[in-house]
């Protein structure tokens, strides 16, 4: 059973600092590289990070020097660490395999990140 569980959100001043964690299922997170996506009201679900199985990464431009995506292969899990939050970082934030969710269309419920003052 395949599944993606994120904790970790909540409610930060702007400059502030979240850990996001997504405990995902195993047949999952061995095979393939892991991603976290957010999904701001009104907008389509985005991807703002990867990391493959052997650590290498990358992210968006709008989160580039910011987050930082890594992930604990013994616990199945995968970490997004969020420093000098905007505003504009509120979202719902969701862990998934970006190969497979190309073709599964299922997703966590994802962890509510708020950014306001």
């Known amino acids: 059973q395949v599944q993606f569980v994120e904790s970790g959100g909540g409610l930060v001043q702007p400059g502030g600092s979240l850990r996001l964690s997504c405990a995902a299922s195993?047949?999952?997170?061995?095979?393939?590289?892991m991603g976290w996506y957010r999904q701001a009201p009104g907008k389509q679900r985005e991807l703002v990070a990867t990391i493959t199985s052997g650590g290498s990464t990358n992210s968006a431009d709008s989160v580039k020097g910011r987050f930082t995506i890594s992930r604990d292969n013994a616990k199945n899990t995968v970490y997004l660490q969020m420093n000098s939050l905007k505003p504009e970082d509120t979202a719902v934030y969701y862990c998934?395999?970006?190969?497979?969710?190309?073709?599964?269309?299922?997703w966590g419920q994802g962890t509510q990140v708020t950014v306001s003052s």
């Open positions: 998934n395999a970006p190969l497979w969710a190309k073709t599964n269309d299922y």
């Open positions: 195993g047949r999952i997170f061995s095979i393939y590289a």
